[in-house]
């Protein structure tokens, strides 16, 4: 992605946000155009809470290339208030810490650097 593009993208990106559908009320994260519940296609845009609670988590202690220098970090699943379930990047914690339960709140961290350009992206951390 190009970096106007990426700039311009920046708003949207570093928000929440889903799609409800408007015949069966499901929630999707990442948005999408039709709906996997009942295959609609009248879905709308809606910001979530970013809130939640981690559901289940595992500890990488032997990282993949290029995250080398996080280790030992912690991916969990999020089931956030709106009941839609994320995969992510526990941060700002100690990941031998974390529990089942935890109450969690997005946050927007980096992600990796690639040419010099730094992409952010959404973690979680605990509340």
Known sequence: MSVPNYLR??????????????????????????????GGRDLEREELS??????AYTVIMYPPKGFENQAPYAIGI??????????????????????????????????REDGGFIEYGYKFRPV
């Open 78 to 111: 999020v089931q956030l208030k709106e009941g839609v379930r994320i995969l992510s990047q526990i941060a700002d914690c100690d990941p031998m810490e974390l529990r089942e339960g935890m109450r969690v709140e997005i946050v927007i961290r980096r992600i």
């Open 9 to 38: 993208e920046a708003p949207r990106r570093q928000r929440m946000e889903g799609t409800r559908c408007k015949g069966c009320g499901a929630i999707h994260f990442p948005p999408r155009a039709v709906c996997d519940r009942c």
């Open 50 to 55: 970013g809130t939640g609670e981690l559901v």
